[in-house]
């Protein structure tokens, strides 16, 4: 009886440590603060608006620090990955979603910046509209769409999520630009279509 003992506590000890590990997986993913008191959690990859695939200009700004990168973007129903280099096509780093948990891996970016809120702001450009909306309600924020077809700007649609009458941030997207500001964080940046 004492020689099977030993046997239980491993197998316990082993599929605790195992259950444990699935679960951080899981809980990996943390709340999107959009204001200082209102947080929205991602949408599931399913959500995408089409599949895009390429190499884009990611230009932004923080206050006054300007930075410039390439990312080659993949976004569809599987997830989003964004792989940030230099103009020599020096690796910059990574940004991977896939639902269930993101994967932020760069030198370049502060070790604070979670990879959630690149996430949140790319989901706000590329995933529905309809399911962005309803996720904001939950929130007690409001996104706000218009217009839905080509103006003579180009402007295909801007998105702007408010919290009651204030803007916090606006999203343009025009066929090869989306520009992304960000007016309570005092952020801005634009991600451009390249020819490959």
Same mark, same amino acid.
């Given at each position: 009886?004492?020689?099977?003992?030993?046997?239980?506590?491993?197998?316990?000890? @082993?599929? @605790?440590?195992?259950?444990?590990? *699935?679960?951080?997986?899981? =809980? =990996?993913?943390?709340?999107?603060?959009?204001?200082?008191?209102?947080?929205?959690?991602?949408?599931?990859? *399913?959500?995408?608006?089409?599949?895009?695939?390429?190499?884009?200009?990611?230009?932004?700004?923080?206050?006054?620090?300007?930075? *410039?990168?390439?990312?080659?973007?993949?976004?569809?129903?599987?997830?989003? =990955? @964004? =792989?940030?280099?230099?103009?020599?096509?020096?690796?910059?780093?990574?940004?991977?979603?896939?639902?269930?948990?993101?994967?932020?891996?760069?030198?370049?970016?502060?070790?604070?910046?979670?990879?959630?809120?690149?996430?949140?702001?790319?989901?706000?450009?590329?995933?529905?509209?309809?399911?962005?909306?309803?996720?904001?309600?939950?929130?007690?924020?409001?996104?706000?769409?218009?217009?839905?077809?080509?103006?003579?700007?180009?402007?295909?649609?801007?998105?702007?999520?408010?919290?009651?009458?204030? @803007?916090?941030?606006?999203?343009?997207?025009?066929?090869?630009?989306?520009?992304?500001?960000?007016?309570?964080?005092?952020?801005?940046?634009?991600?451009?279509?390249?020819?490959?």
């Amino acid at each position: 009886m004492r020689k099977t003992a030993p046997s239980v506590v491993l197998i316990f000890l @082993l599929s @605790l440590l195992i259950s444990c590990k *699935s679960t951080k997986a899981v =809980s =990996s993913l943390r709340p999107v603060y959009i204001t200082n008191t209102k947080k929205v959690n991602l949408l599931g990859p *399913s959500v995408a608006v089409g599949v895009f695939e390429g190499l884009q200009l990611l230009n932004g700004s923080f206050g006054d620090t300007g930075f *410039s990168l390439m990312s080659y973007t993949q976004i569809d129903a599987t997830g989003i =990955s @964004l =792989s940030l280099m230099n103009d020599f096509g020096t690796d910059m780093g990574n940004v991977f979603y896939d639902g269930t948990k993101v994967i932020f891996d760069s030198a370049y970016f502060p070790k604070a910046l979670p990879g959630e809120y690149i996430i949140c702001d790319i989901q706000n450009a590329y995933y529905d509209k309809a399911a962005l909306q309803e996720n904001y309600e939950t929130a007690g924020l409001r996104l706000e769409v218009w217009p839905a077809a080509v103006d003579e700007a180009g402007v295909q649609e801007i998105r702007c999520i408010y919290d009651g009458k204030k @803007l916090i941030e606006e999203i343009t997207i025009l066929e090869n630009t989306i520009t992304i500001k960000n007016y309570l964080r005092g952020y801005e940046y634009n991600l451009t279509k390249l020819e490959e």
